[in-house]
């Protein structure tokens, strides 16, 4: 087995250049998930996923970010926790405060009010219902 970081594979190949990242997320309960990212952080759904003719997820856009949201199927265990250890940074041009201001409004809670950051960037962190941690992110104005 070769070593992916020697210097052989490395003077030959291109590195790796991603233009984009989409999301896939399981939720515990998928009406409660898609109300939450369509109503409380803004997302749009931009179609559903139907197995055997029950809609057991969808993909959710604003502006050019893609999230999907499905339906935990229960094979990994019911109760199993989802979300610890993982966040997902969502940098916007909009005002960070009008939407956290949003985001409370309707129902929603922030983990941390928006504030700014010593590397330029203002912020705030909420959480959807299986604890996933957004941080949403804008250049300091």
């Known amino acids: 087995m070769t070593n992916p970081t020697s210097s052989a594979i490395s003077a030959h190949a291109e590195p790796f250049r991603a233009r984009s990242l989409g999301l896939s997320l399981t939720v515990k309960d998928f009406p409660r998930s898609l109300a939450w990212y369509t109503e409380v952080l803004g997302f749009t759904k931009a179609r559903d996923f139907v197995r055997e003719g029950v809609v057991t997820g969808a993909a959710l856009t604003a502006?050019?970010?893609?999230?999907?949201?499905?339906?935990?199927?229960?094979?990994?265990?019911?109760?199993?926790?989802?979300?610890?250890?993982?966040?997902?940074?969502?940098?916007?041009?909009?005002?960070?405060?009008?939407?956290?201001?949003?985001?409370?409004?309707?129902?929603?809670?922030?983990?941390?009010?928006?504030?700014?950051?010593?590397?330029?960037?203002?912020?705030?962190?909420?959480?959807?219902?299986?604890?996933?941690?957004?941080?949403?992110?804008?250049?300091?104005?």
Do not use: C, H
Request: net charge negative; glycine share 12%; hydrophobic share 30%.
């Open 63 to 141: 502006g050019d970010v893609e999230i999907s949201i499905n339906q935990d199927d229960g094979k990994k265990g019911k109760d199993r926790v989802l979300g610890q250890g993982f966040s997902i940074r969502l940098t916007t041009e909009q005002s960070v405060d009008d939407v956290a201001a949003r985001v409370k409004e309707a129902g929603g809670q922030l983990e941390s009010e928006p504030a700014d950051m010593p590397w330029g960037a203002r912020i705030f962190v909420t959480t959807d219902p299986d604890g996933y941690r957004l941080v949403v992110s804008s250049p300091r104005r």
